[in-house]
Each structure stands twice: as C-alpha cells, then as structure tokens.
C-alpha cells in the first residue's frame, strides 16, 4: 500500500498564504501572466475519447478569432472547428485583472475523430486561425470506454457517482472547494491504482492548468454523523517526478465493501480549465506514464541525460559517440574492450547489444546473501552495476579500479522509483575508506541565503592517483527501502559530446515584414570544445534566417562554484533570426521546421541531430492569413 502524505506541501502552503496576503488575486494574476499576443489555447474539455468514437469538444483561449482548423502533430487524428463563440465572464473564471487590453476569452467548439486503429497514449493538437498557429494542448485515446462526469451534484460523499471498476471518466473541477466524489465496488484483498491525467500548470505565461489531488475514502459513519468517512489514503504529488507529474494511489483493499475515491485542486481551487481523466484500474495493469511511453504515437522525448528517467544499457557509450564530433554517427574510437570481469561469474554477463554479439560493457547484478548483507563485487570500466536497495538500511558495495588522470562519468538511472521516494545516493571510496566524492551537490541557494544540496543522477571525477576503489550505493536517507527501489549505475569513459540542446518556442507566427527570434541553449558535456553548427530545414517560401546577438540584462556576479562542471555542462546560448519578407505568402496551415544541431571539431563534422520540429506559419501583419 503506498500512501503519500503532503508533508512537502507545508512549504508551499505558507508561501501561499504570504503572496494571498501580500497581493490581491488580480495582481496576482496580472503578474504571473501578460496578455498574450499570438493565439493562445488554455483547455479542452473532455480530455479524452475511445479509440473509434467522434465527439465534441470545446477548446478556451485567446487570440481565436477565425478559427479554421484542428491540427494534430501525430497520429491520424482528425478535427473540424463547428463554430466560434465568446465565454461569459462570469462562468469562465477569468475575470480577476480583465481590462481593456486584455484579449477576449473564446470558446471553439470542434468535432474530433479517432480512428478505430489509433494507437492508445496522448495526441498533441493546435488550433489555426487567422492569427496563427496556437501552442499545444494534449488529448488521451483510451482502449476502453470512457465515462462522462454526471451532471448532477456529486460533490459530498452521500451524492457520489457510481463507477465499475475498472473505470475512466471525464470531470472537471469547476468551482472553488469543489471536490468530486466516485463511488465503487471491491473485493477482499484487490488491489488497484487511482491516477489523474490532465494539463497541469507551467510557467508564464502558461500558467492555468490543474494541480489535482487524490483522497481515498472509507465510509464508516459515526454516531454523530451517519455520512463521515475515513480517509484511507492521500496524494497530491506525483509517485516519481522521473516519470510524471501527476498523482497516483496504489492501495490494496482489506475489506470488501463500497469505498470513495476523490478528485480536487490543491488548496482548494476550481475553474473551468481543470479538466481531468481519473483512471480507476488492477495495480498491474499499465500506468498512463507506461501506456504513453510504448505507444509509437508518442512524440520522441527531447534528450536528457541529466534525469534519472533515462534509460542506461548496452549502447550508452555509443550513443555518446554519435553526438560527438568526427564520429559518423558510430563513434570515432570502435567499441571499447571489456575491462577485468567480476569475480562472481553468475552475476556478470556481457549485456545483449541488440544484434546477437557481446556489447562491450560489463553487467554486474547485486546479491544478497542469507544473512541480508550484500557481497562486494568487482565492476570494470566501462561497466554497468545493477541491484535493489530493498530493505531501510541497505547498502551495496562494489570495487574497482581506476588510474591517476583517468576521467570517469558515474550515471545512475532509477527504472521504477525514483525522487521524492528513492534517492539514490552514491559515494566512492579510498583504499583507507575515506570518501572522495559522491553524487550530492551542493552549492549556494537562491538569492545566496542558504545551501541547496540534491542528488544527481551524473557525477564527473578525474581519479588523482592509481588505486583499488569501493562505490557504495544506498537510499539518501538510509530509512526506505523496498522491492521498487532499482538503480542501474554505469561506470564510463568521459566523453566529449553534445549534450542537450532547447529553444525558447513551441511555434513561429511570422508576420510578414517582420522579423522572430529563437533563443537556442546548448550543452557541451565532458570537455567537448568544438563547435555546434544549428540548421532550420524546411523554411516557408520567402522567410530566411540568421544567426543574432542578444543583449542579455546584467545578473549580477556569479558566486564561485568549484564543484559546478562535476555536476553541470557547460551551457551557450546564440539567437536566430527569421525574416519573413513582406511579400512573403501566408500559410493556410502550420509547416513544420526541423531545427538540427552539428557537432564540428578538428576531427572532422559529426552527425546532424535532430532537436526540435517547431510548427511555424506565415500571416499577414493584418491577421489575415491568405490562402496558399
């Protein structure tokens, strides 16, 4: 049974209570968000359909006026606008700040299509108007069916709505102290998972979205009050920020009876934008993060390698290779040889490459023996160690050995659990058991009043002398451990290579005559000094670009960090202009532009990397958009 108490939430609770203080819910809100300025999308609702069905959906936002067509970035997902109305003020929630320059709130009503085939997982869609293309909103396609949320009162548990388990439903969290009861059957000993999908808030200027929470309930009654519950469990925080941003409840019913399962807004929000599918289902049935990331509708994750999320095997240090310079893609060096194999030949085995020949690292499984207490086993580099800290106190132990001037990455993955519940925390020691180095940083806080420290999934460390050395791996606190609590940490060569490369956008409205920007930061990992060449494929006839400089405001100096290249790249940023020349024809529909990344160095160019396909239109500086 896991149980997740808001005990991180005090923090926030008491800032929430300062700012409501501090500044009315108008400022607020006018300082979180400025009016924006290209078609901005902020819900739909409901959030998701079966596979095969047509339905009807109403997307809110600014900036619509004309709306002409639903664009789907994946998948055969199909969509018609039916019409386009204004949102009454009083019903939408958003009347706090409103002024004359703010732009009016509208509703588009569409019908969507879902192809019978369509692949379970998330769909990403955009509205077209004539002021452009809008930012994404995200749209679930379930296997089975979905329920709607009753329209009558279900907000205590007397008026809960029956569900049969397994169950999905559309809600919405619509006023404030709004709380929606579902009632539901279950047997002894069953144990099943509560999760909720939706859209939740980000930072300006997208900052509306739901912050749910999710409460179980018993209802036992009382003398005083024949309609109280019990709660049986709570969460409002995701089960692993390496994997979702949401809550989940996995909870194994003692009894059999009738229980309550609750859905609401942190602090007790509502409005009309908090859309919700609650998932009531087996605890061994797929979560929504799992069914998102198999799907093959899912749009590629951008690269990371600084999360615990990240899958480590086989193919790591190639994969590192083909974003280095002078690599071809394969890797500039060949495979590298097998360091010395562990001494306990049933837990080291060379890991599959996915092509029937033996990859060149090492994989080393961690084993308890009878008395609990872990064995130290051997680990060469490059090699890939794997175990459980399955129990509160846990330890494991592993040598190896490395030599003076020897440049070694550590990089931890947590495939099941990881932060807040399983922080991984290793360390490397001497010979004499003193520690060199561990995985936590720490450095000066913000405003520079108090010391961060977080534990991080890659650590770099230049070995200063020869010598037999132990890794140690265990729980950040040493007082959790369970079956859930798996790591995978491999020991490597560093090598330079391009690390993660963003930008600023999610699409381009260019105005004809005008001219846009993107801001591009790249990471240049492990000592790579090369350069990054970035190319835009698939530019709109008349639109050229050019790399800019930016005058960037004066932050101040920057506090001295010795220990920051051990656990952050070093970072550039380079501004690109586009022009769209004024005789430049507008767009009936997005294009999408391939943003690609080339590292270059003495050795020679390495392979195009494809960071980002921006959608991207054309209008007129009137806001008409002309036929193509």
């Known amino acids: 049974m896991n149980v997740f108490w808001p005990w991180n939430r005090i923090a926030v609770l008491v800032a929430a209570v300062l700012l409501a203080v501090a500044f009315p819910a108008g400022r607020l809100q006018a300082q979180e968000s400025a009016p924006p300025t290209e078609p901005t999308v902020l819900s739909v609702h409901p959030l998701g359909a079966r596979a095969g069905s047509t339905l009807e959906v109403e997307v809110q936002g600014y900036l619509l006026e004309g709306a002409r067509a639903v664009w789907f970035e994946q998948g055969r997902l199909q969509g018609r606008v039916r019409d386009v109305r204004a949102v009454p003020a009083e019903g939408n929630g958003d009347s706090e700040g409103a002024g004359e320059d703010k732009p009016v709130l509208l509703g588009v009503r569409a019908e969507l299509e879902i192809p019978s085939d369509a692949l379970v997982g998330v769909y990403r869609f955009r509205l077209v108007s004539t002021h452009g293309v809008s930012n994404a909103l995200m749209f679930r396609v379930n296997s089975g069916a979905v329920l709607d949320e009753t329209s009558q009162p279900h907000q205590t548990p007397s008026t809960a709505q029956p569900v049969a388990v397994p169950a999905v439903v559309n809600g919405r969290v619509t006023h404030d102290g709004e709380e929606d009861f579902y009632a539901f059957e279950v047997d002894e000993a069953r144990e099943l998972r509560f999760e909720v999908f ?19 309930y018993e209802p036992t009654g009382s003398w005083f009050d024949k309609e109280r519950t019990t709660r049986l469990a709570y969460n409002d925080d995701p089960s692993s920020y390496h994997v979702s941003r949401l809550p989940q409840l996995t909870y194994r019913f003692l009894r059999k009876g009738r229980y309550l399962v609750g859905v609401g807004a942190f602090l007790g929000g509502g409005s009309p934008h908090f859309s919700y599918q609650l998932r009531i289902s087996d605890s061994s049935a797929p979560t929504f993060a799992q069914l998102d990331r198999n799907g ?7 690269w990371n390698e600084r999360a615990f999320r990240r899958p480590i095997g086989s193919g790591r240090l190639g994969l590192l290779r083909s974003r280095s310079a002078g690599s071809n893609g394969t890797g500039r060096d060949g495979p590298l040889t097998n360091g010395a194999a562990s001494s306990h030949a049933e837990t080291a085995q060379p890991v599959p490459n996915g092509r029937g020949s033996p990859a060149s690292i090492i994989l080393v499984k961690e084993q308890e023996n009878g008395d609990g207490e872990g064995n130290t086993l051997s680990v060469s580099i490059p090699g890939l160690v794997e175990g459980t800290i399955d129990r509160p106190g846990d330890v494991d132990r592993y040598a190896f050995k490395a030599e003076r001037g020897q440049q070694v990455a550590f990089e931890v993955e947590t495939p099941q659990v990881g932060p807040p519940q399983f ?8 010979e004499e058991g003193r ?13 520079l009043t108090f010391y961060l420290k977080t534990v991080e999934p890659k650590t770099l460390y230049t070995f200063e002398r020869s010598g037999e050395y132990s890794l140690v791996v265990g729980d950040l606190t040493r007082r959790f451990g369970n079956a859930g609590f798996r790591y995978r940490l491999l020991l490597r060569p560093q090598i330079p290579h ?3 490369v963003g930008t ?4 381009l409205n260019l105005v004809a005559g005008q001219a846009s920007k993107i801001t591009v930061t790249t990471d240049q990992e492990e000592g790579f000094s090369g350069d990054i060449a970035l190319v835009l494929e698939g ?5 050229e670009f050019f790399p800019g400089t930016e ?8 506090p001295e960090d010795r220990m920051r290249l051990r656990f952050s790249p070093q970072s550039e940023s380079v501004t690109i202009l586009l022009l769209a020349g004024a005789d430049a024809p507008a767009t009936s529909l997005p294009v999408k532009l391939r943003l690609l990344a080339r590292p270059i160095s003495d050795e020679g160019p390495g392979p195009g990397l494809l960071i980002q396909e921006i959608p991207a239109m054309v209008v007129r500086p009137t806001g008409r958009a002309e036929e193509s």
């Open 423 to 430: 922080n991984p925390r290793f360390g490397i020691l001497d």
């Open 198 to 216: 939706c859209k939740p808030p980000g930072k300006p200027p997208d900052v509306v979205g739901l912050d749910p929470e999710l409460t179980l």
């Open 435 to 447: 520690e060199l180095f561990s995985n936590v940083y720490k450095r000066l806080g913000r405003q």
């Open 296 to 302: 093959r509708n899912r749009v590629p994750a951008p």
């Open 539 to 543: 530019l709109p006839e008349g639109v």
């Open 504 to 507: 600023d956008t999610d699409r």
């Open 498 to 500: 391009v690390g993660k």
């Open 551 to 558: 005058v960037k405001a004066y932050q101040g100096p920057v």
